[in-house]
């Protein structure tokens, strides 16, 4: 049932509320000479079938038909020029929301210029202000229907993401995961150009958009720390694949001395004969032991670049580098240190540059 309203005003805002209808269900009797109160940062717009038509600023206003130019001839056609005539008001705030919530609703699939494709998550916050109240009493409560603010809310977000995953795939053909920092800078000022006129258009500034947080999946979080590792160790993909297949190798067969000397070898992306010089390295005997007799090898004729098999002096200075964080790291006893390390000083000695 239609209720006459002497006094229209929204006394009890909360800090998160956007618009509050008054009154909060069906139409109100508003008789001319009604108080209209509208408080700091509010914006009182009037609404009639559908359409929002006169507004109000701060202060505090008595209606007439002399300050409701549009409703005046409609209340004469509801009500015979008699009042009180059917209304509804709504009251919109205009003050700044700084912690609007916004996330992609579960990972998505988008290119990486270092590591192709990833999957990825996002989530951050948002910033706006009611820029225009009556385009947008009229383009979300008079189109969309809503009217709470819990609604509005969840409308804007779909507005956010229906943007976000396009702006994300644009953004990341260009940039990668590796580099968190600027990609976040970078897809911040994305989202907020390409989303600024949807804001626009149903009266919201869309003031600042900030990404918290682009969280990668499993998969591309495995990625991530591959690339890591091969940037610590030097090493290219194929090498450091190598070295975790022999790795695992080792590990299987319980992790033995033999089985250290071949992860070591491989990974660090020593090719085939140092692995073995390092094996043989590891099965000399130790203090006490007789010394093997060993075949005299022929000097391989002098070359401008090393003989397949043979390696560098900068490859063998690297393989002693990882043993030692092996044996940092207790991978290795030191028995088996102190003997492929020998090894490894031999030969350095007549490795080529």
Do not use: C
């Not at 900030?210 to 090498?239: C, D, F, H, W």
């Not at 090393?306 to 002693?320: C, D, E, F, L, N």
């Amino acid at each position: 049932m239609p209720r006459i309203i002497d006094v229209v005003e929204w006394p009890d805002q909360g800090p998160n509320e956007i618009v509050r209808r008054v009154p909060e269900q069906g139409q109100g009797d508003i008789r001319l000479g009604s108080q209209v109160i509208v408080r700091g940062a509010q914006v009182a717009v009037f609404y009639r079938d559908g359409k929002a038509l006169d507004s109000f600023k701060e202060g505090r206003h008595t209606l007439s038909t002399a300050n409701l130019p549009l409703l005046s001839g409609l209340i004469g056609l509801a009500t015979n020029s008699k009042t009180p005539f059917p209304a509804e008001v709504y009251f919109v705030t205009t003050k700044d929301f700084l912690d609007m919530k916004w996330g992609t609703p579960g990972e998505i699939t988008v290119p990486d210029s270092v590591l192709g494709m990833v999957q990825l998550r996002a989530f951050g916050t948002y910033s706006m202000a009611i820029s225009d109240p009556i385009r947008f009493v009229n383009q979300v409560v008079g189109v969309q229907g809503m009217f709470t603010t819990a609604q509005i809310n969840d409308y804007l977000r779909g507005i956010m993401l229906s943007e976000i995953a396009s702006v994300i795939g644009g953004v990341m053909k260009t940039r990668s995961l590796l580099d968190l920092a600027a990609l976040q800078a970078d897809l911040g000022a994305a989202i907020q150009a390409r989303a600024a006129d949807d804001f626009d258009a149903i009266g919201i500034q869309l003031k600042k958009v900030y990404v918290v947080q682009v969280q990668p999946g499993e998969e591309t979080a495995k990625a991530i720390a591959q690339r890591s590792a091969m940037g610590a160790l030097g090493v290219n993909y194929m090498q450091y694949q190598a070295g975790q297949a022999m790795r695992e190798a080792a590990q299987n067969e319980g992790g033995g001395v033999a089985g250290a000397g071949v992860g070591l070898g491989a990974g660090i992306g020593l090719g085939q004969a140092l692995g073995q010089a390092m094996a043989a390295g590891m099965t000399q005997p130790g203090p006490g032991q007789a010394q093997p007799q060993q075949p005299q090898q022929p000097q391989p004729p002098q070359q401008t670049a090393p003989p397949a098999g043979q390696q560098t002096k900068a490859q063998i200075r690297a393989a002693m580098t990882n043993l030692d964080v092996r044996l940092a790291n207790g991978e290795i006893s030191e028995a088996t240190y102190n003997r492929l390390h020998e090894n490894l000083s031999k030969a350095l000695e007549t490795a080529p540059e």
